[in-house]
């Protein structure tokens, strides 16, 4: 059963739980879900290991800072200052909800972000990067990488979603002065 409570409400779940009166086959089926979810972590990870051997990996703690547009109806949307890694100018860019007119009204938030390249380059530089939390924030991120190939004409990726596990999550971080996150990228080499 993959229940998860406080103690005191222990033996309330164990009387209402279902999983007891399940048939072998029901619960096979359950049990090869989780197999399915642990062998998609497992792969996640042994991803992120492959990327760890990479000769040019670079990290740095990110802050984002809330902005608003100069639109008539005010938009709010999050932005770091310039940052430095792999001898490489980058900003990111964060919106709510992908910008929607009045995420306010709405109980269900979502965060969404960019990485842009500021800096020329010679040639095109293929990247690999995640955003995961930060050493002092206790938000639950999923890991995901995503992949980019930077030009000078393509320089910045479209928006992807910050893998935040749910929207309690992300509430956590807007209601925060300041979102601090930590940005890995890796440079592929050809």
Known sequence: CPWQGPYHELSVHEAE???PAKTGNELMEILDEMDQTRKKEMQLY???FSLLSFEKIGYTEVQ???YRTDDFITRL?????????????WVLKARVNDSERNPNLSCKRTLSFQLI???KI???????FLLLEGPYDDVKINPVIYHF???????ET?????PIVDSVECNKLLAAKNINLRLFIFQIQK
């Open 17 to 19: 739980c279902t999983h």
């Open 46 to 48: 042994n991803s992120i």
């Open 64 to 66: 984002f800072r809330p």
């Open 77 to 89: 949307y999050y932005e770091t200052p310039r940052l430095t890694v792999l001898n490489q100018t």
């Open 117 to 119: 390249l500021k800096s």
């Open 122 to 128: 010679n040639s095109p530089m293929e990247c690999s």
């Open 149 to 155: 190939v930077f030009t000078n004409e393509n320089n």
């Open 158 to 162: 479209d928006y992807m979603p910050l």
